[in-house]
C-alpha cells in the first residue's frame, strides 16, 4: 500500500467523492449535502493512497461535542486499514476542535462497521428505529459515542 496523506475536501473535488460514494453505498449522500457540508466549514477531508483519492470523511464540531456524519472508504480499498487510519485522524480534528466526545450513526446491518467503532473505543448508546431507508422500507441506526477525554 501506498503512503497515505489527506487534503481538505474542496467543491472541485465531488465528483471523485460522489463516485467513490455511490460504489460504497446504496442510500449515498447527494452532491448537495457535500457542499453544504464544504460550505458550512465542517471537517471534511480525502484520504489518499500515493496519489489515488480511497476515501473521505466529513465531522460536524460544535462547542464540547463532534458528529461523525460521513465516513467511506472506496470498496476495493476496504479491508486494508484505511478506515481505521481514517477513523483516527478524523478523530484527531476533533480533539482539536476541543471536541470531548464523538457521535455517529451506523447502519445496523454494517457489522464491519460497527466492529470498527467498537474496536476504537466507540460504546453503543442507543438505536434509532427505522433511521436509513433501505431496500423495501427502512433500517434501524445504532447511535455510538466515544469520550475524547484522556
Not at 91 to 111: C, G, H, M, P, Y
Not at 122 to 148: C, H, K, Q, W
Request: proline share 2%.
Amino acid at each position: 500500500m501506498s503512503e497515505l496523506h489527506y487534503r481538505a475536501m474542496l467543491e472541485a473535488d465531488l465528483d471523485e467523492v460522489l463516485s467513490i460514494e455511490t460504489a460504497a453505498f446504496s442510500h449515498p449522500w447527494t452532491r448537495g449535502i457535500f457542499q453544504d457540508c464544504v460550505r458550512s466549514e465542517y471537517e471534511c477531508w480525502l484520504l489518499f493512497s500515493g496519489n489515488q483519492q480511497v476515501g473521505h470523511t466529513v465531522l460536524s464540531a460544535a462547542g464540547d461535542e463532534s458528529h461523525l456524519l460521513n465516513i467511506t472508504i472506496r470498496p476495493e480499498n476496504q479491508g486494508f486499514g484505511l478506515g481505521a487510519a481514517l477513523l483516527e485522524f478524523i478523530i484527531d480534528r476533533a480533539k482539536q476542535r476541543k471536541a470531548e466526545v464523538t457521535f455517529l450513526e451506523v447502519r445496523a446491518s454494517n457489522e464491519a462497521a460497527a466492529r470498527l467503532y467498537e474496536r476504537f473505543g466507540f460504546n453503543e448508546i442507543g438505536r434509532r428505529r427505522n433511521y436509513y431507508p433501505a431496500a423495501g422500507g427502512r433500517e434501524d441506526a445504532l447511535v455510538m459515542a466515544y469520550s475524547l477525554i484522556d
